[in-house]
């Protein structure tokens, strides 16, 4: 079945810090990936997504690339700010059918002035 | 226009009662779910809908029972509420595509649900 693996948090940065979230999956064919973010106190809203093999997904400073080769879609921002502290989720979904959406287990972000 | 939403937002209980929580979708979406986040963040899938039809129906106690109006609304109810059903509970939809992005998810507020 599919799978998604992210790091571990929480991660605490400074701010104007380089981000990465790592993020590897396993499935089938050609899933499509997502990152959703989680502010405090709300649900889930998209933040980037990416469709096909080489595909870079960007929203608000952030960004992923789908690489098939390495079955990952890293999410990487330049320079944090306060309000980036959040939790992500990597997300992928396969095609065909009724399919679920599988999520890896959130990775909090923190970052501090 | 709120897209995904649920009621209440908040709920407070007793162990043993039966309460409901309320989903509407206003996104034109084909199919809607209900999942559970513990305190660990960790997000799970309980429920699917799709046209009013059950599709997904991951391991999750009977207490636990959707039920589907019509495709804009979903509903979750759970009888005899136990401890362990504290959690926020998500509603979500999206749209059927034959293309790619696949089930790209739309959440709601979410319902912090507190079992005493």
């Known amino acids: 079945g599919n799978s998604v693996t992210q790091m571990e948090g929480p991660v605490t940065l400074s701010e104007e810090a380089f981000l990465t979230i790592n993020c590897t999956y396993t499935?089938?064919?050609?899933?499509?990936l997502f990152w959703y973010v989680q502010y405090p106190g709300e649900g889930l809203q998209l933040l980037l997504k990416?469709?096909?093999?080489?595909d870079k997904g960007s929203n608000k400073g952030f960004e992923a690339t789908y690489r098939k080769e390495t079955t990952s879609f890293h999410l990487e921002k330049g320079s944090v700010q306060v309000s980036d502290s959040a939790v992500y989720f990597c997300?992928?979904?396969?095609?065909?059918?009724?399919?679920?959406?599988?999520f890896g287990t959130g990775t909090k972000l923190q970052v501090i002035p | 226009d709120t897209a995904v939403s649920q009621t209440p937002k908040y709920l407070v209980t007793q162990m043993g009662n039966d309460k409901s929580i309320k989903c509407e979708q206003n996104?034109?979406?084909?199919?809607m779910y209900w999942y559970k986040q513990d305190s660990k963040k960790f997000l799970k899938i309980m429920f699917s809908?799709?046209?009013?039809?059950?599709?997904i129906n991951e391991t999750v106690p009977n207490r636990f029972s959707p039920k589907s109006p019509d495709k804009a609304h979903l509903n979750l109810h759970i009888n005899s509420l136990e401890l362990g059903d504290s959690a926020v509970y998500f509603c979500?939809?999206?749209?059927?595509?034959?293309?790619?992005?696949?089930?790209?998810?739309?959440f709601g507020p979410g319902t912090r649900l507190t079992v005493l």
């Open positions: 979500a939809s999206s749209q059927d595509r034959s293309a790619p992005p696949y089930n790209e998810q739309f």
């Open positions: 499935a089938t064919g050609y899933p499509s």
């Open positions: 990416a469709t096909k093999a080489d």
């Open positions: 997300a992928l979904s396969g095609s065909g059918g009724y399919q679920k959406v599988t």
């Open positions: 996104l034109g979406h084909d199919t």
């Open positions: 809908y799709n046209n009013k039809e059950l599709i």
